[in-house]
Nanobody, 114 residues
């Protein structure tokens, strides 16, 4: 059974940083494309960042240059380093995995506010 467990969310001031982690189990982690999506109230879920099994990264337009996705295959974990956060980054952030099927975590809340 696939499990994706996010951690690291919370409240941060504008301009601050956070690092999200997603620990995966029940999958061959190294063979999966991994990623992060987010959903703000009243808005559709949107891509934040993806990293392929081979390590290529892709970012959403609104976060490019501020966020960095990485993966540690030895720990079955994908990370999202978020810098220069602003209130528009406030959302629930979801971990995502895909090899043959999509899998989603439960989400972690990130709130950017002074």
């Amino acid at each position: 059974q696939v499990q994706l467990v996010e951690s690291g969310g919370g409240l941060v001031q504008p301009g601050g940083s956070l690092r999200l982690s997603c620990a995966a189990s029940g999958i061959i982690f190294a063979a999966n494309n991994m990623g992060w999506y987010r959903q703000a109230p009243g808005r559709e879920r949107e891509l934040v960042a993806l990293i392929t099994a081979s390590g290529l990264a892709k970012y959403g337009v609104s976060v490019k240059g501020r966020f960095t996705i990485s993966r540690d295959n030895a720990k079955n974990t994908v990370y999202l380093e978020m810098n220069s956060l602003n209130p528009d980054d406030t959302a629930v952030y979801y971990c995502y995995a895909r090899r043959f099927e999509d899998a989603w975590g439960q989400g972690t809340q990130v709130t950017v506010s002074s």
